[in-house]
């Protein structure tokens, strides 16, 4: 699944024009938290969210600091904190440079995107205009969506579904995959052996579960600190 599968066609903009009380009125009235910016032939100039707004002179959330640090804050700071508190213009709060992403992105890179920047919505854009956008929500979503579709396990014999599963380990960075064994009956891929750390612990269990075929996994695995020196 890509950006073009998940994303909000429908996104709620406003102007250069528009006032900042405009936006925040826009933002409390349809329950977002962000909201582009475009001009009228739809480039995305920036974008407007509930943290643009956090330190307002309405609001009496200025930033106050000492008289020292004041001192040793740069000027082109205190300029900008002083623009972004006090105009009325959405132009001079908005966050002019915006991460976007165009509609082929795959979900896999969006939620790299979303992590690296710290940010929670990304737009979509498509040669040069605004198409879309995909939250941190939207991902959910998806995640949703793909868990009710997805087909049933193959069903194998045990023999074929131990091999599987074991495969699977062999895979993960394992303090001591040597003392890890696997037996399965009926389906279900019962674990032994010692493990590092409870997190060793819950990584071997989740990819036992995750191979296909298996019904259950019964976890019988001995947490045994490396520290400890080996048996």
């Not at 699944?1 to 933002?27: F, H, K, R, Y």
């Not at 992403?101 to 919505?121: C, D, F, M």
């Not at 599963?165 to 960075?173: E, K, S, T």
């Amino acid at each position: 699944m890509n950006a073009a599968d998940v994303m909000v066609s429908n996104v709620i903009t406003v102007g250069p024009d528009a006032t900042v009380q405009e936006v925040a009125g826009l933002l409390l009235k349809n329950r977002i938290s962000a909201v582009p910016v475009v001009s009228q032939s739809g480039d995305i100039l920036g974008i407007v969210s509930e943290g643009d707004l956090l330190r307002r002179v309405e609001s009496s959330t200025l930033h106050h600091r000492s008289w020292w640090l004041q001192l040793l804050t740069a000027n082109a700071t205190l300029r900008d904190e002083f623009v972004k508190s006090h105009s009325r213009k959405v132009v001079d709060v908005m966050t002019p440079n915006v991460v976007t992403v165009p509609p082929e992105t795959p979900l896999a890179e969006i939620a790299s995107v979303l992590e690296k920047n710290g940010i929670k919505r990304v737009p979509v854009v498509q040669d040069g205009k605004l198409v879309g956008l995909v939250s941190r929500a939207n991902l959910l979503q998806a995640i949703a969506t793909i868990g009710k579709t997805m087909k049933p396990a193959v069903t194998v014999d045990d023999a074929t579904l131990r091999k599987k599963v074991i495969a699977q380990l062999d895979r993960q960075p394992l303090a001591w995959p040597s003392l890890i064994n696997v037996i399965v009956h009926n389906g279900t891929a019962e674990v032994w052996g010692m493990v590092d750390s409870e997190s060793e612990k819950r990584a071997v269990r989740v990819a036992a579960e995750t191979t296909p075929g298996v019904r259950a996994v019964a976890d019988n695995l001995i947490v045994y600190p490396m520290r400890y020196g080996y048996l």
